[in-house]
């Protein structure tokens, strides 16, 4: 064991991932941050002080696992821990076990039903599908007292794992029992890499010279910038603002995508005089009637003039006798569920490809530099979802199905064509003449 801690020494965030105790812990970012070296030696470490152990590390292909886990190992272990080839199995002399395996295919996790492993490290974890990922969890158990189960995930950003490795560690939103302190993450650049730079000191100018999409996400680490990624011109740096008053004379507008089952997400926006839109609120709801949404958009509105609001044209669709069970009368639509409920709507613009290229003009800079869009940080669901739309793969031009509620509600939005405010002049003073007055208010009478 000496000597295997001695080839090699943990940079300070790897010496942070050794430490980690967390049920799960990613560590990762950007490229060349020794993600590989540090989980083969964290389950190395683990196999070493836990007699006993059962681990098991993935990689999603064989080739992949060949080349950054099973080559290095027999290098590493040699003379130490005994290998079997057939089964891809290390046995240490303490009885532990670490398990090398692959998911290929999409049901190739379903190899693993039924086994125990007391540690879990999926090596690149982006590449693994959420499914899969929540299926290994039930195999993630231990009946070793004193030894809680742990699952380990090394990430960059993209791939088809990229949003729930974003969700659970970089947005920490939870669900379905999800609990915050059960997750962690420990974030790696190039730079914590001192050996790669020693070695090969290029290779952050290749980063460097990558397109900006592509050095925010290889470089920086950026999770909003992935593969396949429809928006890659959101940025977080340009595209939120830091919540101001709005001027009474800015414009202002709603938008909504309807949902019952799905998300209902509405919108409200603000334009100032030079055109540039501000989304400052939002409404993201499930299973709400439309009376009850239409309860809250107008209590989160308050005293605030709105011009307008848009909304997806599916709400005019009469569906007969269902909406008694709303509060509605037969054959009465969604849109005129909300109006008489006191939110009047206008059917928004549909055309996708047209609209989606709308909200990349406005993702674009104007002659000033800054963006014709921008969002509060409140817009929690708009902020999450935005960047993670993909493209369609059957129409380049169009982006795929997926959580796209808000997205949806902002593109009926700025597709409503909102102009510049106008700020109104204040009335100009006017001489007192007061022959132009009624004789009566001057203070004279008719005779």
């Known amino acids: 064991m000496h000597a295997l801690l001695l080839s090699g020494t943990p940079n300070p965030r790897q010496a942070e991932f050794f430490r980690a105790q967390a049920r799960h812990t990613a560590y990762g970012g950007a490229r060349g941050g020794g993600k590989s070296w540090a989980m083969r030696r964290k389950l190395v470490l683990l196999a070493f002080a836990t007699p006993g152990l059962n681990a098991l590390l993935l990689r999603r292909t064989l080739p992949e696992l060949r080349e950054n886990h099973v080559v290095p190992l027999l290098r590493e272990l040699h003379g130490v821990a005994d290998y ?55 195999c993630n158990r231990t009946v070793k007292p004193n030894f809680r189960p742990r699952m380990y995930y090394t990430c960059n950003p993209g791939n088809v794992g990229h949003a729930w490795v974003k969700r659970l560690f970089i947005d920490r939103r939870f669900q379905n029992g999800e609990r915050p302190e059960d997750y962690a993450f420990i974030p790696a650049r190039v730079w914590d890499n001192k050996v790669l730079l020693a070695a090969d000191p290029d290779y952050v100018r290749q980063l460097e010279a990558l397109p900006e999409d592509l050095r925010r996400a290889h470089l920086e680490g950026d999770w909003d910038v992935h593969a396949g990624q429809y928006f890659r011109e959101f940025s977080r740096a340009k595209h939120i603002c830091e919540p101001f008053e709005l001027p009474s004379w800015w414009r202002r507008f709603r938008s909504m995508d309807w949902g019952y089952n799905d998300p209902c997400c509405v919108l409200w926006h603000a334009v100032d005089g030079d055109g540039r839109v501000y989304t400052y609120r939002e409404l993201y709801v499930r299973r709400m009637q439309a009376s009850e949404v239409a309860r809250e958009i107008r209590a989160l509105t308050g005293e605030e003039h709105i011009a307008y609001t848009v909304a997806s044209p599916d709400m005019w669709q009469r569906r007969g006798a269902v909406l008694k069970s709303e509060g509605g009368f037969e054959g009465e639509s969604i849109a005129e569920l909300f109006a008489r409920a006191g939110v009047p709507l206008t059917p928004a613009d549909n055309a996708r490809v047209a609209g989606w290229q709308r909200v990349r003009e406005y993702l674009a800079p104007a002659d000033d530099g800054k963006p014709l869009w921008q969002a509060f940080p409140d817009c929690a669901n708009l902020l999450r979802t935005l960047p993670l739309l993909m493209f369609d793969s059957h129409n380049r031009e169009d982006a795929a199905d997926g959580e796209d509620h808000a997205p949806e509600a902002l593109r009926y939005g700025l597709m409503s064509r909102p102009h510049g405010s106008k700020r109104e002049a ?19 009478l008719e005779t």
Not at 84 to 97: H, L
Request: proline share 5%.
């Open 426 to 444: 204040a009335p100009a003073r006017r001489r007192y003449d007061p022959f132009s007055v009624p004789k009566q208010r001057a203070g004279f």
């Open 84 to 138: 079997n080839a057939a089964e891809r199995v290390f046995r240490f002399p303490n009885g532990a076990r670490l398990r090398l395996g692959y998911c290929d295919g999409a049901n190739d996790v379903y190899q693993y039903q039924g086994q125990e492993y007391d540690v879990i490290g999926m090596e690149e974890a982006t590449h693994f599908t959420e499914e899969q990922m929540r299926f290994l969890t039930t």
